[in-house]
């Protein structure tokens, strides 16, 4: 079945670090990919997506691009603030006949210090 | 407004209770999901409904009990749980059920089985 792989974490950063967080794929049609958040306490909130090839996703700094060559879609941000402390889940889109899916990765769990 | 909210925010139950979650939203979504999420885990897909009627079971036991009264509501029935179903339960829904739309979530329910 379709899966998705994140780099282990923790992550941890200082606050203005640049940011990458790996995550590739494995899916045997085309599905669309999604960051989510989960701060600490609360329900996941979507970050960005992409659902076709070379489409980049961006939103409040953080940007992804679906690479089909690489079956990648990292995330990255070029700086850093204490309040991007989360832990970061990819998923991808399943779609079937009367349904939806997403397969998530573990999650990579990141901690940025002042 | 993308909303989706969950009632109770905590919930501590005994092995022979019965109880309810309650997930809400009002964004015209037509898709709506459960997740059970344990601690430092992704969220594991429980149940989707798609129009109102159960499109996926994945395999749930059946102390759990799910019920889309209408469009906007999902509630999850609970009976004869286990200390192991401890958990964050989450509700999403989306506003299609092709893989390009993305899925919204509440802030969930934790739940403390004694």
């Known amino acids: 079945g379709d899966s998705v792989t994140q780099m282990e974490g923790p992550v941890t950063l200082s606050e203005e670090a640049f940011l990458t967080i790996n995550c590739t794929y494995t899916?045997?049609?085309?599905?669309?990919l999604f960051w989510y958040v989960q701060y600490p306490g609360e329900g996941l909130q979507l970050l960005l997506k992409a659902t076709k090839a070379d489409d980049k996703g961006s939103n409040k700094g953080f940007e992804a691009t679906y690479r089909k060559e690489t079956t990648s879609f990292h995330l990255e941000k070029g700086s850093v603030q204490v309040s991007d402390s989360a832990v970061y889940f990819c998923?991808?889109?399943?779609?079937?006949?009367?349904?939806?899916?997403?397969?998530f990765g573990t999650g990579t769990r990141l901690l940025v210090s002042p | 407004d993308t909303e989706v909210t969950q009632t109770p925010k905590h919930l501590v139950m005994g092995m022979t209770n019965k109880k309810s979650l309650k997930c809400e939203q009002h964004m015209g979504h037509r898709a709506m999901y459960w997740y059970k999420q344990k601690a430092k885990k992704p969220p594991e897909l429980m149940f989707v409904?798609?129009?109102?009627?159960?499109?996926i079971n994945e395999s749930v036991p059946s102390r759990f009990s799910p019920e889309c009264p209408n469009s906007s509501l999902l509630n999850l029935h609970l009976h004869a749980l286990q200390p192991e179903d401890s958990a964050l339960y989450l509700c999403?829904?989306?506003?299609?059920?092709?893989?390009?739309?993305?899925?919204?979530f509440g802030p969930g329910t934790r739940l403390t089985v004694t």
């Open positions: 999403a829904s989306s506003s299609g059920i092709s893989s390009s739309y993305e899925q919204y």
């Open positions: 899916a045997t049609g085309y599905p669309s």
């Open positions: 998923a991808l889109s399943e779609g079937g006949t009367g349904f939806q899916k997403l397969v």
């Open positions: 409904y798609s129009y109102e009627k159960l499109s």
